[in-house]
């Protein structure tokens, strides 16, 4: 077993001529070559036809579309990189990459590649010798259901250790996620309050202003549950909802949110309202008769001591009126209203941006100038600059070259993710049809509960200090 301080020594990714390694990896290899993090053999696998050159053109152009090139880490690139073309299933591509590890002894394989190609590449790696001390990353979605999810599992563990898988979920590798899981244990007036006793509820909304954009085939095997809530959003609850790990470490921030995920009540169908945005039908790739959602609002029970009897709502769609992700944490109204004989009690709230600005900001009620007691609510807002910080991709290969699973997903929790979703996969109602640029179908107002309704992200990061309005709060 490669041991977790120990550092990967060749790079190789499978689809190397795909879209992923056009879009995300190579702008990755690029930042981490000018950071002097990528001083190792980097190997492309792909059965396209093509020759080392042809790759070497791909990588200019994905670093040209991305807008990133810098031509002396370019030149690293192109130095480094080796191209190996052939056949999954054939077990002369696998003596061919084990010629080209030549003294690596640690090599990352990066598995870019449909999941049904996983054990085909699993098992031609071991049989070649190539998985020996070696890690593999593999890309969501880590099966479709709870079944598919243990068979995946399975397949990966005969090859690699658990140690030495990193299941990769770029959302975990934002700046802004990882803040909230910073400012949540960072700051010490917040414990405090951070629990059943004074929290009301809480809503994650991760809006979409666009549909599937040409990529009809493969929404029609997801969802919009499968796509984002049992991945990017349990996720994102699951650093609001945590309890502080024991140590820094990435077992003991795995075993918080893994206890995390089992307090999750599994979903019933009264909890879940999907939709679909008109037209999306007619897209290609889409049958005439789909009942795939675009999308789902959903309450979430988590049945663990600090959070018994608090709600939480999540929602998502294509088609919505912006593209946002944003957290609203809502208080309790204060236990006496003292001013009520002049205005309505109204709680105070956290909210978070967490894309596509970064935003952490908490309501606060103060008096408004002049001889009467009346209040209004006003923002306390922290804004961070995102221009220089590392992408995702960039952070999440770097650290699995180092071996920190810190900002990655083991098997058990991705089980028990999918335990909390499975029983409403595929539900035989049909759904609501919302219109494009709405904030869904009407039905999911029935859903917010313990609330004043469902808080809808402004356009901007924080409406320039504005306030959400108690109507949507």
């Given at each position: 077993m490669t041991p977790a301080t120990s550092r990967s020594d060749a790079f190789?990714?499978?689809?190397?001529?795909?879209d992923l390694a056009y879009k995300k990896i190579f702008p990755a290899l690029q930042a981490l070559l000018k950071d002097g993090e990528l001083d190792m053999p980097i190997i492309g696998i792909a059965k396209a036809g093509w020759s080392l050159d042809q790759l070497k053109a791909r990588a200019r152009e994905s670093l040209e579309h991305a807008g990133t090139v810098d031509e002396d880490a370019y030149a690293r690139l192109c130095r480094q990189l080796q191209y190996i073309d052939g056949d999954y299933a054939d077990d002369t591509t696998y003596a061919q990459l084990r010629e080209a590890l030549r003294d690596a002894r640690r090599p990352l394989h990066y598995l870019a590649i449909p999941p049904s190609l996983f054990p085909t590449v699993v098992q031609g790696l071991a049989e070649a010798g190539c998985a020996r001390d070696a890690r593999v990353v593999v890309e969501k979605p880590f099966g479709r259901d709870l079944s598919s999810a243990r068979a995946l599992n399975r397949v990966l563990h005969s090859a690699f250790?658990?140690?030495?898988?990193?299941?990769?979920?770029?959302?975990?590798?934002k700046e802004a996620v990882q803040n909230l899981l910073y400012f949540r244990f960072a700051n010490t007036f917040l414990e405090p309050v951070w629990n059943r006793d004074y929290v009301q509820s809480v809503q994650i909304t991760m809006a979409e202003d666009f549909g599937v954009q040409g990529r009809g085939a493969f929404y029609e095997e997801a969802g919009a549950i499968r796509d984002v809530v049992q991945n990017h959003l349990l996720q994102v609850t699951a650093l609001l909802a945590m309890d502080a790990p024991v140590g820094h470490d990435a077992a003991s921030l795995q075993a918080e949110k893994l206890r995390l995920f089992r307090g999750m009540r599994p979903l019933r169908p009264?909890?879940?309202v999907r939709g679909q945005f008109d037209g999306y039908r007619d897209e290609h790739g889409v049958a005439d008769d789909s009942n795939v959602e675009t999308f789902a609002a959903l309450r979430l029970h988590i049945d663990t001591w600090r959070w018994a009897g608090v709600p939480f709502y999540i929602r998502t769609g294509k088609c919505l009126p912006v593209t946002a992700t944003e957290i609203l944490v809502d208080l309790k109204v204060p236990p006496l209203a003292i001013f009520d004989t002049i205005e309505p009690p109204q709680s105070n709230y956290f909210r978070f941006r967490l894309s596509p600005e970064v935003v952490i900001s908490a309501s606060t009620r103060v008096k408004q100038p002049g001889a009467e007691m009346r209040g209004q609510s006003v923002e306390l807002v922290a804004r961070r600059d995102t221009a220089d910080q590392q992408t995702p991709y960039e952070r999440l290969l770097g650290d699995a070259m180092r071996g920190d699973a810190t900002l990655f997903t083991s098997d058990a929790s991705v089980e028990a993710a999918w335990a909390v979703v499975d029983p409403v996969l595929d539900l035989p109602e049909p759904v609501h049809t919302y219109r494009s640029g709405s904030w869904g179908p009407d039905a999911a107002a029935a859903l917010v509960t313990d609330c004043d309704g469902w808080h809808d992200p402004a356009p901007d990061a924080a409406g320039a200090g504005s306030v959400p309005s108690p109507a949507k709060r």
């Open positions: 190789v990714f499978f689809g190397a001529t795909g250790d658990e140690s030495a898988i990193f299941r990769i979920d770029h959302y975990l590798g009264e909890d879940v």
